[in-house]
């Protein structure tokens, strides 16, 4: 990897050498490296692209990273990852993808990402997805999601989308058993000609299974955002949604959050919110000694901390 | 020392134009502490934003330090060392109690000093910092980081909108040491727009604002006793009830 690659990995994964624990790096639709520990096996597919994620019952406090970065312009790689998490395993798994694009041509990478976590198991998954470079040629990211959740495994889910990714279209699905917990926090910024869409559906399918969605966005420019989170309960459950989004400039922003009791115990709720920034909240940074330009960019901050 | 020179603040009303602020001009030297009072709608709080830059008057000056501010913005006041705490603050999604804090004091501030000044505004500390500044804290909560920024800031002029508004009896005891405090040091100016007997008796001066002009301006020896005994406190209207049963 060059130097623009390890700057697009630093933004994506926070990595600025190799990691501690397994990992996984893919560049330009091509392994770039990898390590495996005692506790996590990583093996590449032979039938399609992609790789198996394989953590052995128990693991703790181990890490697996798997950034995917793109320099080469016109690319359109595809990646199917499957995650399977042992009984009563805790691990942090982060992946992500950026694209550094030079040239006039899409680059475009589609992670497909299957999670299996076994009874007990807990994962906190971290997606940071960027793009950047001098090229007009679009960044495209549509990742897809699917997570399946056995009695009292639980993930939290943090996907961040930074800037630069010119279009993208995530789906995100995820069942969780009883006493599960699917937590995902959403952050999304885009600019300029951008679009952003956001699909969700959780399904919460046991008894004493909780889900939690947390969307904050902020559409500036003439970009494009469109978020249809939905929370099915089939069981004694509970579940909440929740979007939040800043507009503004041109931008055009439309929250379709939905919730879908399927039984009487079924208890969810739903809030979505688009507004501009507060002008008191400007105000009141400035009276601290910020300009316009320094509170709002403050405030957009927090927004998406 | 901080001169206004004959500001006024005219609205445009259904009946025409409408004087807030009508022809004041008020000197406070440095390091006094000096409470405004008077009635609602007076405009007390008019004066208080103008000399902010919250508010942009029709006519007058506003000196501060000997230079002439009434051009400057908001961002170039408060770096000119003038500092506001909102009557009614606003809320932040995602930004922190210590985050703000620290934009208050322009820089990182070390633990042990984000709590100091939330103790000086009776918060306890480590339930607060790491808090964030949106609907879920309460109206005197959101008061009292409101204040608490003001403190962080250590500006030399520090103007306060009826800091008692919503805050209960205990941290309204810590908050009147803590004026106390600043004055004591006499390192900064402080104005206080008050109705509270308690603050008003911190005071050096005490300014009487109503219809939009100064009624009265001196020391609290003077103002006081009046306050207290003729009614100077008495809503706008007092003056055309009197006349309705007069007629």
Known sequence: MDKTEWKVLKEIAELEKVPQGAYNFRLNGQLDGRQTTEHIDIVSKTDKPGIDILVKPGTRGESVHIPVVLSQTGLHDVVYNDFYIGEGAEVDIVAGCGIHNTGCETAQHDGIHVFHLAKGAKVRYVERHYGEGPGTGENVLNPKTEVYLEEGASITMEMTQIRGVDSTVRDTVCYVGPGGECVINEKLLTDGAQSAESNMEIVLQGAGATGRVVSRSVAKGDSVQVFRPCMTGKDQCFGHVQCDSIIMDRAKIKSIPAIDAQSVDAQLIHEAAIGRIAGDQILKLMTLGLTEEEAEEKILEGFLQ | ?247
């Open chain 2, 1 to 247: 020392m901080l001169e206004i020179q004959n500001l006024c603040y005219e609205v445009e009303g259904e009946e025409g134009r409408l004087g807030i602020l009508r022809d004041v001009s008020l000197t406070i030297p440095d390091g006094k502490l000096v409470v405004i009072t008077g009635p609602n709608g007076g405009g007390k709080t008019t004066l208080a934003r103008a000399i902010m830059g919250l508010v942009t008057p029709t006519a007058g000056k506003i000196i501060w330090n000997g230079q002439d501010v009434t051009a400057l913005d908001v961002t170039g006041r408060a770096k000119a060392g003038i500092s506001y705490a909102f009557q009614q603050p606003a809320r932040f999604k995602g930004l922190k109690i210590g985050d703000l804090l620290e934009l208050a004091a322009g820089t990182v501030l070390r633990h042990d000093e984000q709590c100091q000044y939330l103790t000086r505004v009776g918060l306890c500390a480590n339930d607060y910092i790491g808090r964030e500044m949106d609907a879920s804290l309460s109206g005197g909560e959101i008061k009292r980081v409101e204040i608490a920024t003001v403190l962080a800031r250590r500006a030399p002029l520090m103007i306060f909108d009826e800091p008692e508004a919503g805050i209960d009896l205990w941290s309204f005891s810590q908050l009147t040491k803590t004026f106390q405090a600043i004055h004591d040091q006499g390192e900064a100016t402080l104005i206080v727009i008050s109705h509270q007997e308690r603050i008003i008796d911190l005071a050096d001066e005490i300014v009487l604002v109503s219809k939009g002009q100064v009624s009265a301006h001196g020391p609290k020896a003077d103002i006081l006793p009046g306050l207290l005994s003729d009614g100077a406190m008495a809503p706008t209207c007092y003056g055309k009830k009197e006349a309705e049963t007069r007629g």
